[in-house]
């Protein structure tokens, strides 16, 4: 009788003979432009947090009050013991800032994605999903049980023609992006994806997970930097990256949060946002609309990063619109060797690889909070290896 847990040990090593082996670093201290890692203090080129409200003094005495005040769990799920004034102010926060009609909170953005997918679509629908989409899109669509066709990483006439050939054998359709695309920091097409989901009569759920604080002349994300605020659609965002917290939401109609507050799962049946998680997002959103100058730093930072990686000649940078900046390596063991050479030399930049990815890359993610030395450090380094 073999065990019937063997197969974990051969699993295993397997992944460590891809060089696909992954496990946590510890970071000590508060969160930050700098941080220490394992000991060493280098600077933090791995973060979401791009606007460097993770740390700040008013994200935490918010968040402390709110403890105190409400407790430390919300003790249900929203329907029943969970929900707080604090989830509707900032709920009301988020659509404004969103410009929408409403929004719901999740306890991730994860859940918010996984729990909106398949409660928007089911066995009789067609997904179409940008191959690069972030894995919670991917899994919310798997668990729709809807078809799903991936189309090739923003090709718009690909798309086009799945829907010429599969829209009418389906009774809806949902076409899913990530807006910034996570893991190499360019754009969705969005103006164009609008078009075809009118055009076709199908949904169209936008991910702004790494573009909400951060992209648009307000910070409320991609839908406002391409100018389709007001639009017909479905945003769906993380509280936990530019906003410094911890959790997920849905912004949209009305009737899409009125519909989702009674079908999504993973948000009825799971317990409501903490206190102290919500009421850090909301001073983020205040701060986010009362001090534009953190927006201005970070694109300030991400315009001066790329002039001086340009200057770089060996490195191959992939196509950026966004403060997430990644340079491609021909084998995992080449981007592990990199990461590797960064960290000895004070710098925090992750080798990203298969599966997360197709192919091996250093990704750097700036933040409001870097300086000028940081970002100078950093190409300095990199043209040395
Ligand atoms: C981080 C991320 C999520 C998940 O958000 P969490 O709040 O961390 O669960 C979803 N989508 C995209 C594109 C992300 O980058």
């Known amino acids: 009788m073999t065990d019937p847990y063997d197969w974990l040990q051969h699993s295993l090593l397997t992944i460590h003979r891809a060089d696909w082996y992954r496990s946590v670093q510890t970071i000590h201290g508060l969160p930050g432009a700098t941080v220490v890692l394992g000991g060493e203090e280098v600077i933090n080129f791995a973060s979401n947090d791009y606007l460097g409200l993770a740390g700040d003094e008013r994200l935490i005495a918010?968040?402390?009050?709110?403890?105190?005040?409400?407790?430390?769990?919300?003790?249900g799920s929203r329907l029943l013991s969970g929900h707080r004034e604090l989830h509707g102010e900032l709920e009301r926060a988020i659509a404004s800032l969103k410009q929408?009609?409403?929004a719901l909170v999740f306890s991730s953005g994860y859940l918010a994605n996984i729990g909106a997918i398949a409660a928007l679509?089911?066995?009789r629908d067609l997904i179409l999903s940008d191959q690069y989409n972030h894995s919670s899109l991917k899994n919310g669509a798997i668990?729709?049980?809807?078809?799903?066709?991936?189309y090739s990483h923003c090709d718009v006439t690909e798309l086009k023609t799945q829907l010429h050939q599969q829209r009418q054998n389906y009774r809806r359709c949902l076409i899913l992006t990530d807006s910034v695309f996570s893991m190499d920091g360019d754009l969705c097409p969005l103006p164009a994806l609008l078009d075809l989901a009118e055009e076709f009569r199908c949904m169209l759920l936008v991910d702004?997970?790494?573009a909400t604080g951060v992209m648009g002349a307000t910070g409320a994300g991609c839908v406002e930097h391409f100018g389709c605020t007001g639009r017909q659609l479905i945003q769906i965002g993380t509280l936990s990256k530019a906003l410094g917290s911890l959790g997920g939401y849905v912004?949209?109609?009305h009737t899409l949060i009125d519909y989702l507050r009674n079908r999504?799962?993973?948000w009825i049946y799971t317990t409501g946002l903490s206190p102290a998680d919500t009421a850090a997002a909301l001073a983020a959103i205040n701060i986010i609309r009362q001090e534009p100058q953190h927006l201005m730093q970070l694109w300030q930072n991400v315009n001066y990063l790329r002039t001086l990686l340009l200057e770089l000649p060996n490195l191959k940078l992939l196509p950026s619109a966004s403060p997430i900046l990644?340079?491609?390596?021909?084998?995992a063991a080449e981007a592990l060797q990199v990461g590797k050479q960064l960290k000895q030399a004070g710098i925090f930049a992750p080798a990203i690889r298969p599966p997360t990815v197709p192919t091996s890359r250093i990704r750097i993610s700036l933040m409001a909070t870097h300086k000028t030395t940081h970002i100078e450090k950093l190409a300095a380094v990199l043209n040395g290896i």
Request: with cysteine; glycine share 12%; hydrophobic share 35%.
């Open 100 to 102: 929408t009609e409403d």
């Open 326 to 331: 990644c340079f491609q390596l021909p084998s």
């Open 121 to 123: 679509v089911g066995k």
């Open 264 to 266: 999504s799962p993973s």
């Open 143 to 150: 668990l729709s049980g809807a078809t799903v066709i991936e």
């Open 208 to 210: 702004e997970a790494h």
């Open 62 to 75: 918010a968040a402390v009050v709110a403890t105190q005040e409400f407790g430390t769990g919300s003790t």
């Open 251 to 253: 912004a949209g109609s």
